[in-house]
């Protein structure tokens, strides 16, 4: 193919409909190819981007242009794809149902046509190069591989059963796979950025929740149809993009975190759900129940105010109280949803990432703790009187705890810095590190999960030549070690939808 230079084309744009369009969308919101705008490229700065244009990417079908293009028109091309799109497009009912794409070869199976235990599995997502591996977690033997949308992100969500599991990428596709099966169901575009997924407590609905737009979808889980979507806007008419939605199984709701506005929202999952839920506090106090005109039942809407937008939060287990980060990153907010309120605040500074934040008993006491994005630090916060009552300095900042209520010790990463290779093991009553271990010198570690009995800590080697690494809970000590590809994230069926302690959910 000929260099292309000078005359030949018009600009960025005319090389981007040539070369681009037909994998990314001339709209640049994707189709074979990922969505090619800010949104979902934040984390290809610099110069990564123009490398990806001049080399192409492993194990994708994305190629290398450094013999068609020349330096100043991949550049070129590079900084025209960061810019953002001048108006955020309709992404509706029509568009996202024209987007469904059911497997035609599916069958259903009868029971699992594996013999291992279907609730000891786990999905490896692999970010190297979009796959998910589903693990025997008695055996440690791959089951099926099984390709995804580009750059899945949140956690894998599951059917009370655990027998469907639905993935999501950036991008707004979601994908059913039925793990009895090893089957794709199929897969629907439900936004065209978006932050993770839930799913409702029956196991009927899915919840996506979008940036772009600033919506939250609701699909059938059952075939992937639209059953509602809500235009994210606060009461003073604010849009917001949704931070993340989390399924509150106590209270039958999806619970929404909303980027931009001072608010947050409660969505109905039973159809005999009042606007006022049973346990809710009547007041007419600000920052109380506000009951929509007409939302009655199932996706009744309410709104809680607080005092500022908050995000990333931590659910206690009873579901009653959440903590968000505050918009500062220096505390935390802790808002109790029954009566629909602030009702404390924390000292967290750091930057908290409450997302990532478990809940175990010390004694005969519930405390959580939480990671810090800033500071080499976990806070360790008692949830009865909510009291900071330790601080545990770590190697550096930290994204993931984990433990289960099997197990003795909490894991925590150290994912950011010179001691990213760093794998703090911590006693549960006396907060102690008791070991960091160190599977791969220089090698970023993170993301560990048990398994359904606490047995065994699954832990992940961050890299493109990558490995899930097996340790038994209690020696500490290496089991086995499985090749994979940059495995971003273990996930338990059973731990899962039982909500086990130690597990983020």
């Known amino acids: ?22 994998c990314h969308g001339a709209d640049r919101l994707g189709r074979t190819g990922p969505a090619l705008i800010p949104e979902t490229l934040k984390r290809m700065r610099g110069p990564r981007l123009a490398d990806v244009i001049s080399n192409g990417r492993a194990a994708t079908q994305m190629p290398a242009f450094a013999e068609t293009l020349d330096a100043d ?43 291992a ?9 692999e970010t190297g190069d979009h796959h998910v591996s589903v693990l025997d977690g008695d055996r440690f033997e791959v089951m099926d591989r099984f390709a995804t949308p580009f750059a899945v992100h949140g ?28 089957a794709e169901v199929g897969r629907i575009r439900a936004g065209l950025n978006s932050r993770n997924i839930a799913i409702s407590k029956d196991g009927r609905h899915l919840a996506v929740a979008n940036y772009l737009p600033r919506t939250l979808t ?4 059952d075939d992937l149809s639209v059953e509602r979507i809500f235009t994210v806007k606060a009461k003073d008419g604010t849009a917001s993009r949704v931070s993340a939605v989390y399924q509150a199984p106590q209270r039958d709701s999806f619970i929404l975190a909303l980027k931009d506005a001072p608010e947050i929202w409660e969505i109905a999952t039973d159809p005999d759900a009042d606007p006022v839920y049973e346990g809710y506090v009547h007041s007419h106090e600000k920052g109380m129940i506000e009951a929509l ?16 937008p908050i995000d990333d939060f931590f659910f206690t287990p009873d579901y009653r109280n959440l903590i968000g980060a505050a918009r500062d990153g220096e505390r ?3 808002v109790n949803l029954n009566v629909g309120r602030e009702i404390a605040e924390l000292p967290l500074p750091g930057l908290p990432h409450l997302g990532s934040g478990i809940s175990w008993f010390r004694g005969d006491r519930r405390v959580m703790a939480t990671p810090h994005l800033r500071e080499g630090r976990l806070s360790v916060i008692d949830i009865e009187n909510w009291e900071v009552v330790n601080t545990i300095e770590t190697l550096g900042p930290g994204f993931f705890l984990r433990s289960h209520e099997n197990a003795d010790h ?15 093991v911590i006693d549960k009553q006396s907060l102690e590190i008791v070991k960091t271990l160190r599977p791969v010198p220089g090698a970023t570690v993170a993301h560990v999960e048990f398994d359904r009995y606490g047995r065994y800590a699954l832990v992940s080697v961050w890299e493109d030549d990558g490995a899930v690494i097996v340790y038994d809970a209690k020696t500490l000590e290496e089991v086995t070690r499985l090749p994979m590809r940059k495995p971003s994230g273990k996930y338990n069926v059973w731990n899962k939808i039982s909500f086990s302690d130690g597990t983020s959910h």
Request: net charge negative.
């Open 1 to 22: 193919m000929a260099l292309l230079s000078g005359p030949a084309l018009a600009g960025p744009e005319a090389i981007y409909e040539e070369y681009c369009a037909v």
């Open 332 to 334: 935390g907010v802790v």
């Open 155 to 182: 956690g894998p969500k599951f059917t009370p059963d655990g027998r469907y599991v639905f993935i999501m990428s950036r991008d707004g596709w979601v994908q059913k796979y039925d793990l009895w099966s090893l």
């Open 410 to 424: 909490v894991w925590a990463d150290v994912f950011f810095g010179p001691n990213r290779d760093a794998l703090h």
């Open 218 to 221: 609701i699909l059938s889980a």
């Open 117 to 125: 235990d279907p609730l000891n599995v786990f999905l490896v997502v």
């Open 293 to 308: 005109a007409s939302s009655e039942g199932l996706f009744a809407l309410r709104r809680i105010e607080v005092g500022e």
């Open 73 to 115: 028109e991949i550049t070129a091309l590079a900084e025209f794809v960061k810019v953002p799109l001048a108006e955020i497009p309709q992404w509706g009912v029509d568009e996202i149902t024209a987007s469904r794409s059911l497997n035609t070869d599916y069958r259903p199976a009868e029971k699992p046509v594996f013999e």
